[in-house]
């Protein structure tokens, strides 16, 4: 049993940066992928990142690739998403989810979710 807990949501201003983090309880968090998915009002939800249970491997999509950077540090049992050059767009409430296996951009494969947060952007 995983339970996760988003935090550094906000309010900014286009161009800035946010750093989101996720703590996470129990000791076998080191073996969970971890990934960042985001829903705005309206849509659905959708992947932004995953990282393997290592940190040794990451994915983006495509919309945030080259301005966001998903890191963990296991001995924090804790997730991060830096936010850079942030866009209207961006705008959603952010979730942190962990999956028992390999990860994968599709959130029914994720066996725990965080409650989110959220960020919003200003133009």
């Known amino acids: 049993q995983v339970q996760l807990v988003e935090s550094g949501g906000g309010l900014v201003q286009a161009g800035g940066s946010l750093r989101l983090s996720c703590a996470a309880s129990?000791?076998?968090?080191?073996?969970?992928?971890m990934a960042w998915f985001r829903q705005a009002p309206g849509k659905e939800r959708e992947f932004v990142a995953r990282?393997?249970?290592?940190?040794?491997?990451?994915y983006y999509a495509d919309s945030v690739k080259g301005r966001f950077i998903i890191s963990r540090d296991n001995a924090k049992n804790t997730v991060y998403l830096q936010m850079n050059s942030l866009k209207p767009e961006d705008t959603a409430v952010y979730y942190c989810a962990a999956d028992r296996f390999y990860g994968s951009a599709r959130p029914n494969d994720y066996n725990y979710w965080g409650q989110g947060t959220q960020v919003t952007v200003s133009s």
């Open positions: 990282i393997s249970w290592s940190g040794g491997t990451t």
């Open positions: 129990g000791r076998t968090f080191s073996t969970y992928a």
